[in-house]
Structure formats: structure tokens, C-alpha cells
């Protein structure tokens, strides 16, 4: 029912289809290259010489960090589990991949629910509600405009330092 993806990702010494497919062994190829697509590492992987038969763990697989946690992100979204549970998914990436990516798990989130567990801004600004943590303790929870709605709340204090 849970699928959780881990901040730290880990690749098998095996091929990318065979990496995604982890999450359901049963998976097709399209399955496989839908989730890819989904979240923006597919056309990287067309490029492969093997494309997505290239066996990670040798000299010529060389993935980077956000590769590999698109890879790792794709690999829980083929298993289709009602609730899925991202830890920090977009901090190895840049900003252009980064938009994508959340623009893309709102569209995965309108079957299931998603809680992201993030420290950047960015990656959660569009969620339907966050709920601002410190010390172990839940301060606030809202909308990005709600909370920046207090004027002298924990979430805006967070907001304004990134920004400043």
C-alpha cells in the first residue's frame, strides 16, 4: 500500500529496465518507459548506447546523482501503490529538472496521495498542504499562502531566509 523512496538512492548491477522494474518485476517495457517519461530521465536513456538494457554498476553507466534518483523515483512509481512517500527526491537535481519533476508528481498525485519530505522551497511550494516541522514538533500546516499568511510564523520565517 506504501511505497517509499529514500533521499540516498541505490542502483543494481543490472540493466535500467531491470533497476525500474524492481518496483514490480512484472512491469512491461511500456510501463517502464511511461514511468521514465514521467519523470524526465527517458530521453536521457534513449541516448545509451543499450538504452534501457545499459547495465548500471560498469565504466560506461556512469549516472549522476539526479539520474539516479529519477531512476529510484521511477522505480516506486511502478509499483502504483495508493501512497507514496518521496525523501527529499529533488535534491540532487537542477532547477529546470527539479520544475519538471514536481510538475510531474502533481499529475501522479491526482491518483494517490503524496507526502514529500523536503527542505527546499521550491519542491514544495505547490503542495496542497504543508506541514512546517521544527524540533520534532508540528508548528503549522496550510497552503504556501497560508502559512506565508502569518505574519510572524514559523514557515515564513523558513521562506525568508531561503529567499533572502
Do not use: C, W
Not at 48 to 76: C, N, W
Not at 84 to 92: A, Y
Amino acid at each position: 500500500q506504501v511505497t517509499y523512496v529514500f533521499q540516498e538512492t541505490e542502483t543494481l548491477a543490472e540493466s535500467i529496465a531491470d533497476n525500474i522494474r524492481f518496483g514490480r518485476p512484472d512491469a512491461t517495457m511500456e510501463e517502464v518507459e511511461r514511468v521514465a517519461k514521467s519523470v524526465g530521465i527517458h530521453d536521457f536513456i534513449v541516448t545509451l548506447p543499450e538504452g534501457y538494457e545499459t547495465r548500471l554498476g560498469t565504466t560506461s553507466s556512469k549516472l549522476s546523482v539526479g539520474q539516479k534518483q529519477r531512476i529510484s523515483i521511477a522505480r516506486g512509481l511502478i509499483r502504483n501503490t495508493p501512497i507514496l512517500i518521496l525523501d527529499e527526491p529533488t535534491s540532487g537535481l537542477d532547477p529546470k529538472t527539479e520544475n519538471y519533476l514536481i510538475s510531474a508528481l502533481q499529475e501522479v498525485a491526482r491518483n494517490r496521495l503524496v507526502i514529500i519530505i523536503a527542505h527546499r522551497l521550491s519542491t514544495i511550494r505547490r503542495s496542497d498542504r504543508i506541514i512546517f516541522l521544527e524540533d520534532g514538533m508540528v508548528h503549522e500546516q496550510g497552503s504556501h499562502e497560508q502559512l506565508m499568511a502569518i505574519e510572524f510564523g514559523h514557515y515564513r520565517r523558513f521562506v525568508e531566509l531561503q529567499s533572502a
